[in-house]
């Protein structure tokens, strides 16, 4: 949509054009300000006529939560809707991924909360919200909280819809065949946390994600389980909705603890290291008292060969009570 369209839309409004935020395939969105008070609101204008206030705008006006854009204001110009909402500063999660690269599980966790914590108001309503589009262009991160945007693609479960929309490798199976349902957020949900413990775009993902290759993006075992069942193919077999998500994510414990493997290997190498040390005591030892002690360069021997095994018992049974601590976990977040 050209720039002198939209001051055209402006020019008897309030609001003073600033700069372009994004363009999409129905719409556009202006950074505009409030000519009276200054204030800076974010400007949606959709190439739709009035029957266009019946999803977004209609969704909007009833939708209160802090993660969720305020709606100011609505106008009409010809055939155009012009929605003026509450301007979210920050940057997309995708410009934040692609600045920071992949992000480490606990910041990962942390943001997904945050998300599904909006996905549990909107599908927790007497009727369900679908959002429909959720991706990581749709994602704010603000001051570290994160704002979901863009309800052009969403509606009301049990309400009927033409078209659905969606977006290449985030839309659900189910979006391609015309269909909707909070599962649907559900399964885009695991894309976005698969974009943010990657760096890399769900489009990417061709073939079919299984658990061993989120393996070697080297993502913990408890984590990996939930963003599978997110994945699904199967609608029921996802979690049912946002609450059901919230409380799964909640449930895991210890996202901030790495396995201990690689602190064992340090103490291991340290451990080995004063062996040696020992040993080539022991060789002085001997070779300054002409052969007469051997017993130094046994001892030395000895200590090498205990301590190494004693490193390496140790490691072992630290890794697998670490696994043995995320298997009980995962069982736990899925109330098993």
């Given at each position: 949509m050209h720039?002198?369209?939209?001051?055209?839309i402006v020019k008897e409004t309030k609001y003073c054009l600033t700069e372009s935020l994004?363009?999409?395939g129905f719409s556009c969105v202006y950074l505009v300000t409030d000519k009276h008070i200054g204030k800076e609101?974010?400007?949606?204008?959709?190439?739709?006529?009035?029957?266009?206030?019946?999803?977004?705008?209609?969704?909007?006006?009833?939708?209160?939560?802090e993660g969720l854009p305020d709606l100011h204001d609505v106008f009409m110009h010809?055939?155009?809707?012009?929605?003026?909402?509450?301007?979210i500063k920050g940057e997309s999660l995708e410009q934040y991924v692609a600045k920071k690269g992949k992000l480490l599980p606990k910041e990962a966790m942390n943001l997904g909360k945050q998300l599904s914590e909006i996905l549990c108001y909107l599908h927790s309503r007497n009727v369900p919200v679908i959002h429909g589009d959720l991706k990581p262009q749709n994602i704010m991160i603000q001051e570290g909280r994160v704002r979901l945007i863009d309800f052009g693609s969403a509606f009301r479960q049990y309400d009927k819809k033409e078209h659905v929309y969606g977006t290449k490798g985030y839309a659900s199976p189910e979006q391609y065949q015309n269909e909707l349902f909070t599962q649907s957020d559900i399964y885009s949900f695991g894309m976005v946390m698969l974009y943010m413990l990657t760096g890399r775009q769900a489009y990417l993902f061709v073939n079919e994600i299984t658990i061993n290759e989120l393996k070697r993006y080297g993502i913990p075992f408890r984590l990996r389980r939930i963003i599978m069942q997110c994945l699904s193919f199967e609608v029921n077999e996802r979690f049912s909705g946002g609450k059901e998500l919230k409380d799964a994510l909640k449930k895991v414990?210890?996202?901030?603890?790495?396995?201990?493997?690689?602190?064992i290997a340090w103490i291991s190498t340290l451990i080995r290291l004063f062996g040696m040390l020992s040993l080539l005591q022991g060789?002085?030892?001997?070779?300054?008292?002409?052969m007469q002690d051997i017993r130094c360069l046994f001892i030395g021997s000895v200590c090498v060969i205990i301590l190494s095994y004693i490193t390496?018992?140790?490691s072992y049974k630290a890794y697998k009570t670490a696994i043995l601590e995320c298997e009980c976990s995962l069982f736990v977040s899925e109330g098993l």
């Open positions: 720039r002198d369209t939209i001051e055209e994004g363009e999409g609101y974010a400007l949606k204008v959709v190439e739709a006529k009035e029957e266009y206030k019946d999803s977004e705008i209609k969704l909007l006006k009833n939708l209160k939560h010809k055939d155009y809707t012009c929605i003026v909402m509450e301007y414990k210890g996202m901030t603890r790495q396995l201990p493997g690689q602190c060789l002085f030892l001997w070779k300054q008292q002409y390496e018992s140790f």
